[in-house]
């Protein structure tokens, strides 16, 4: 059903490529979408509540990143490990970044709503896909640190 909003969403809009900037309106529909079927599906499941946890962070152990304390926007990028990790990261009102397979953007239900939340799209086997998968993520980074309210391109 949610695949069928954002389609929806995306005919009435005229969003045909979702690399680009997106109307806010657009962009808040699509979040409020997502973010309601995944409180939907975790509660089905049995998730009725996640105990969040703050993690201290051993900058040894990340010598290139730069980390900013207190930032109240911030950036999630994971390689979910189960459905379970998507569905909740897409429930939170952060900005949430995936990066995902480049065959995922093809798939058919899961497609629509990995090109609309804007998930970095890889091919793991090549170098010059991971270079620009990094790269992207730098300037998603940048971006959301001289626009806090940004939510990237879309989200």
């Known amino acids: 059903t949610a695949t069928i909003i954002l389609y929806i969403l995306s005919f009435i809009f005229g969003v045909k490529d979702f690399s680009k900037a997106q109307p806010p309106l657009f962009v808040r529909l699509c979040k409020l979408t997502l973010s309601i079927f995944s ?3 975790l509660f089905l499941w049995g998730y009725f509540y996640i105990q969040y946890k703050k993690q ?13 304390d ?9 390689n979910p490990t189960a459905f379970v990790d998507i569905m909740f990261f ?3 009102s ?5 990066i995902s397979n480049e065959a995922v953007k ?7 709503i990995a090109k609309t939340i804007q998930c970095v799209f890889v091919n793991r086997i090549s ?8 790269e992207d993520l730098k300037e998603r980074v940048k971006n959301a640190q ?3 309210k940004s939510r990237f391109k879309s989200f």
């Open 39 to 41: 409180r939907i599906i």
């Open 56 to 68: 201290e962070i051993d900058i040894s152990l990340y010598p290139y990143f730069e980390l900013i």
């Open 70 to 78: 207190d930032v109240k926007e911030a950036t999630v990028i994971c």
């Open 90 to 92: 897409l429930a939170q």
């Open 94 to 98: 952060r900005p949430v970044c995936f």
């Open 106 to 112: 093809n798939y058919p239900f899961v497609g629509i």
């Open 127 to 134: 170098k010059e896909s991971r270079a620009k998968c990094f």
């Open 146 to 148: 001289e626009n806090p």
